[in-house]
């Protein structure tokens, strides 16, 4: 269950995000058990780190592909993180991704090349997947959460048909993140015609081994297959209403343009807005920095305190000094 502090769930927060109000806030019960797939990528890895020590989430079991089957973690993997390994989490055996043991929670890292059919299957088991892989974003019944930005999309999964529970969920794209977490509050306020975003991409997000050090170094590489795309058609349903159990994409004009460049993480995006209405400099600093949509009301874990920074100083933001604010969630 999903409260807030005086015990009721914030004024029109999603019906399906709150079961029975006699049951114990999640913050209050014991940890969940949970599953991740594509263990051994970079994608993986991350959600490792973020969950190793989540008070919510439990992590027990780690599914790979075959080569990696049958090792523990610690023998399995390439840790590229910048923490270190967790103990416990390398003694895990390396598991089959299949849905073949009783933890309904999944959150999967898998690559796209194998994602769309292996989270089917864990959803038709009866397993929440929580997914980073494209291939189901676009789905018509699949949210696309951003959950500071349109966390009412979470009732899509009403409209799912698997059986037992089972329901897929996913995040957009990463650059898409960032960039609708800044334009929804423009979005709200003034409403938004047209846009032209160039990405600054870094070398993290293409994964390990990812491009190689002679392509990169003292070098950049202006174009990322579907990186554009992705940008094009997710923001679109990022940003868009819910209702009727149908999310009507936002009514609005892009053009995308993405370049890997040799940074490790942190991606750049510099953006131009053509507004329903004009505003003055004020108002967008003030609307940036006092947005605060209702999922903040349930003061979750992971989530920031701040979630839009601006910088009055020229040369900032700088991916190297401002890409773990807040733990990197803001």
């Known amino acids: 269950m999903l409260r807030d502090d005086a015990g009721s769930p914030p004024e029109n927060y999603p019906e399906s995000l709150i079961r029975d109000r006699s049951v114990e806030t999640l913050h209050l019960r014991k940890k969940v058990p949970?599953?991740?797939?594509?263990?051994?990528g970079s994608v993986g890895q991350r959600l490792i780190q973020l969950l190793a020590h989540h008070p919510w989430f439990?992590?027990?079991a780690l599914c790979a592909s075959e080569k990696s089957q049958g090792k523990t973690y610690k023998e399995a993997v390439t840790w590229i993180q910048t923490t270190p390994l967790p103990e416990a989490i390398g003694l895990l055996p390396v598991l089959s991704c299949e849905p073949n043991f009783p933890y309904k929670i999944v959150f999967s890292g898998l690559s796209s090349s194998v994602?769309?059919?292996?989270?089917t299957a864990f959803a038709k088991a009866g397993c929440v997947v929580i997914s980073c892989a494209k291939n189901h974003r676009m789905d018509p019944d699949v949210p696309m959460l951003v959950p500071e930005v349109n966390i009412e999309h979470i009732d899509l999964v009403k409209e799912q048909k698997f059986p037992d529970g089972g329901m897929i969920l996913t995040k957009p794209n990463c650059t898409v993140i960032g960039l609708a977490l800044a334009l929804k509050p423009l979005a709200v306020e003034f409403g938004i015609e047209a846009l032209h975003v160039?990405?600054?991409?870094?070398?993290?997000g293409a994964g390990f081994p990812g491009v190689p050090s002679l392509s990169l170094l003292d070098n950049l590489i202006p174009y990322i297959e579907d990186e554009e795309e992705k940008i094009e058609t997710e923001l679109s349903k990022v940003l868009g209403s819910y209702s009727h159990a149908i999310v009507q994409d936002y009514p609005l004009k892009i053009s995308a343009s993405c370049t890997?460049?040799?940074i490790t993480e942190g991606h750049t995006e510099?953006?131009?807005v053509k507004l329903k209405r004009q505003a003055t400099k004020e108002e967008l600093i003030r609307i940036w920095r006092e947005f605060s949509p209702p999922i903040q009301d349930l003061k979750l874990p992971m989530s920031p305190t701040h979630?839009?920074?601006?910088?009055?100083?020229?040369?900032l933001p700088q991916p190297k000094l401002q890409r773990d604010l807040e733990r990197g969630m803001a």
């Open 58 to 60: 439990q992590i027990v």
């Open 270 to 272: 510099i953006v131009s």
């Open 307 to 315: 979630i839009i920074h601006y910088f009055d100083e020229k040369d």
């Open 34 to 40: 949970v599953a991740i797939l594509g263990a051994t």
């Open 198 to 204: 160039t990405t600054l991409n870094a070398s993290s």
């Open 260 to 262: 890997r460049v040799p």
């Open 115 to 119: 994602a769309g059919d292996v989270e």
